[in-house]
């Protein structure tokens, strides 16, 4: 086989391979090999519900208090789900989860007052 025969013969066969993995990728048996099994999937939980909380940042300016918690702005008596915010100071957010308090700290790195 020459190489003049090669080259279009293998960029032909680049190509159908090109073509071919978008059609194989969409079907729905295709497996992510990055994503756990369905077994164990968070959402088959009841866990999935109480996921842990992330605090973000704390402003206080003033008598005005907020807590950014999973990118979402909120305040002394906001409801993240089953827990409610009964406290902000100036390094955690206190929580009431069903019959439990909780404490969401900022990590001390990230601690600094303003000036």
Known sequence: MSDKQ????AARLALLAL???PAWA???TALDPTQAPRSASPSASPAAAEAPLRLQAIVLAGAQ???VIDGQQRRVGDWLGEARILAIDSQ???LQRHDQVQWLRLAPSIVQPSR
């Not at 090669?6 to 013969?9: T, W």
């Open 65 to 67: 208090r907020y807590a």
């Open 26 to 28: 969409a079907t729905p």
């Open 19 to 21: 073509l071919a993995f």
């Open 6 to 9: 090669f080259k279009p013969r």
């Open 92 to 94: 955690a957010v206190k």
